[in-house]
């Protein structure tokens, strides 16, 4: 059974960073594609970054120059180093890896932005 464990959350003021971590494990298949989405109170899921089937790499307009996405598939993590944040980062953010046209997500992990 594929399991997703993220960690890496927390409170940070604004202009700080955050390093979020998302590790797999209980597949023998690779993933296709993985990234990060996150969803602010009251609003709706929206993707931050991704790396794509196509092995292209894609960022929210939103997160562009600050939010870098990495993978080390020996380990079969995915991470989000998020780079001066904003009070507007605040949210839950949830990895997914597409395994055999499957997505899991991982339980979330709260980032807060504080002014």
């Known amino acids: 059974q594929v399991q997703l464990v993220e960690s890496g959350g927390g409170l940070v003021q604004a202009g700080g960073s955050l390093r979020l971590s998302c590790a797999a494990s209980?597949?023998?298949?690779?993933?296709?594609?993985m990234g990060w989405h996150r969803q602010a109170p009251g609003k709706r899921r929206e993707s931050v970054a991704s790396?794509?089937?196509?092995?292209?790499?894609n960022y929210a307009d939103s997160v562009k120059g600050r939010f870098t996405i990495s993978r080390d598939d020996a380990e079969n993590t995915v991470y989000l180093q998020l780079n001066s944040l904003i009070p507007e980062d605040t949210a839950v953010y949830y990895c997914y890896f597409d395994i055999r046209d499957r997505y899991y997500w991982g339980q979330g992990t709260q980032v807060t932005v504080s002014s």
């Open positions: 790396f794509t089937s196509r092995g292209t790499i």
């Open positions: 209980g597949s023998s298949y690779r993933a296709t594609a």
